[in-house]
């Protein structure tokens, strides 16, 4: 029975948590930067859609490779297109329907321990559902951003070979066939995908398009718009490259740098926000009655509930003093 209480504490504090990230997180500078590149991708990149029919050949296919589970998973989960680009996203071939297995397992699994915990069944459900849908989609987050991490620090790279390739005189498709085979990881990856896409039929501007979607990355945004508007506007399109794979050095050397220059305040921020719990636990190893008092007393309960809030609150604002957008 009191790991019911312990356990909505938590979940109540999460809540505060996000609610408070949500009220003072403001215009996002990478947000905006995304737009920016997005109305200048849309002024450049004219024409570089698919075909109509040829769209409709992609869905057909892809309907196809569907199983029935695929597809009964799709009709419960909202936003299945989105919910499919960030699986693709995650480089690991998850289906929507393992997605959606997934759910179901977390789903199970979190209502019959708190069944077993003494908890009513409409409490249950409802943490349930709750961890269902949030559980499984921050292991996908995860999976998201490393593989974007090691996308971003293997790119540089991969424009290097790029580069050389164009110099040697071998034409821009050719060259990225050629990355994809040398280049090992996500960045190999989506050369190989790119090289696919064109021996299909694609255009180079589409292919690109289409990874840049994928990827969500700003450092394949500005190589995409470099490569469309050297293809319209001329040039030596080799330096351009090697410029660029200049700069994207130099923003990770200056995020390094940022991080390792805020690193005192954000080990500040965890240990001023670990303490407390850190206390809590020590107390509780020495006197169990007094501090049980706090998931059995109501009044106590909302003081902690408020405490949370609060300290959620003291460690947003750290967190922002701490975070830079480049």
Known sequence: MVLLPAFLVVVGASTALVLMLLAFSGPSAGRASARRLSSLRDRHLIGADAPEGEER???GISTARATGWDRLAG????????LNKRLD???KGWTIGQYGGATLIVVLVVALLLAFAGAEWVTALALAVLAGLTVPRAVVGIYITRRSARFTARFPDAIDLLVRGLRSGLPVAETMAVVGQEIDGPVGEEFRAIGDKIKIGRTLDAA???????LDTPEFRFFTITIAIQRETGGNLAETLSNLADVLRKRAQMRLKIKAMSS??????MIVGAL???????IWSINNGYMVQFFTDSRLMLAGICALVWMAIGA?????????EI
């Open 57 to 59: 050949q992609l869905r």
């Open 75 to 82: 009709t419960m989960l909202p936003n299945r297109s989105q």
């Open 89 to 91: 996203r995650t480089g």
């Open 208 to 214: 690109l398009q289409d990874s840049a979607d994928r």
């Open 264 to 269: 005192e305040g954000r080990a500040s921020a």
């Open 276 to 282: 407390p719990f850190i206390v809590f636990a020590l």
């Open 316 to 324: 947003l604002i750290m967190a922002h003093m701490v975070r830079f």
